[in-house]
């Protein structure tokens, strides 16, 4: 097979998995919600307190991600609100196989802490927090674990409100690049509200971070949820 074949059968391949898949949405550029409504906030709870989902990803328990995690949460919790932290890091989790028994709306064949004990407050979530040390310039493998296995719910999250908080060694001016690029196009994919970012360059190391003004940051944003 020559080359051009060779493209020829893995773009056709390539289009076949997909098909079915929310996942065309995002290769089609055409059907890539650019005019489509955007989805509205999700309402409050009954209590006025948002229900919020933190998803760490570092393998650190006392890491410099987690110092993030841990002031984001302490400013949030000051105005009462309901948090749920899932540190994917220390959970028995598992990526998507694409078998789409779910059929991006139901219950996914991984019965693993995702489905049992993540999924169910994700879907009453009003606020999605994505933290994650980077990891060759994105996110962690056990971050993205978790948001792979959104697709069996795909639509559900439509309208939530989001916020990435982020650590790296680096202190580049690039350093955030491509993880906020890929983050900005989540928001944009998932119709996401984004409420903000912390992007703590040059903190490799606990003795870094803390020398930093980046958990300052984590707790004003967390404050700043009413
Ligand atoms: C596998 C791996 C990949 C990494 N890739 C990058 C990177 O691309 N850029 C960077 O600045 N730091 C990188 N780092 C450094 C971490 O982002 C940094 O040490 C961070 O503080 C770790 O956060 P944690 O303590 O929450 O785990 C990497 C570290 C590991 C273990």
């Known amino acids: ?18 098909s079915s898949g929310a996942a065309i949405n995002m290769l089609n550029t055409k059907s890539v919600p650019e005019t489509a409504p955007i989805a509205e906030a999700a309402p409050q709870a009954a209590d006025g307190k948002q229900n919020v989902v933190v998803i760490t990803g570092s393998p650190h328990k006392a890491g410099t991600s987690a110092l993030l995690a841990d002031k984001f949460i302490e400013g949030v919790q000051q105005n009462g609100h ?7 890091a220390f959970e028995d989790i598992h990526p998507c196989r694409a078998c789409n028994a779910c ?16 999924m169910p407050e994700l879907l009453k979530a009003d606020i999605i927090v994505l933290i ?8 962690s493998t056990q971050l993205k674990t978790v948001l792979d296995r959104f697709y069996s719910h795909v639509r559900s999250f439509d309208g939530k409100k989001s916020l990435l908080l982020t650590t790296a ?20 994919y998932m119709q996401w509200h984004d ?3 912390v992007l703590g360059y040059g903190c490799g190391s606990r003795y870094s971070i803390e ?3 980046f958990p300052n940051q984590a707790l004003k944003l967390g404050q700043s949820i009413k």
């Not at 948090?83 to 994917?88: E, Q």
């Not at 060694?169 to 944009?188: D, I, P």
């Open 1 to 18: 097979m020559n080359r051009r074949d060779f493209i020829k059968v893995a773009v056709a391949g390539f289009g076949t998995v997909l």
């Open 82 to 88: 309901h948090v749920f932290r899932f540190n994917a």
């Open 103 to 118: 059929n991006r709306n139901g219950k996914c064949i991984l019965n693993d802490a995702i489905e049992q004990k993540l």
């Open 132 to 139: 994650t040390p980077l990891y060759y310039y994105g996110m």
């Open 169 to 188: 060694y680096n202190s580049a001016n690039w350093t955030f690049e491509a993880l906020v690029e890929h983050y900005q196009t989540l928001v944009k």
């Open 195 to 197: 409420l903000g970012m």
């Open 211 to 213: 020398r930093s003004d």
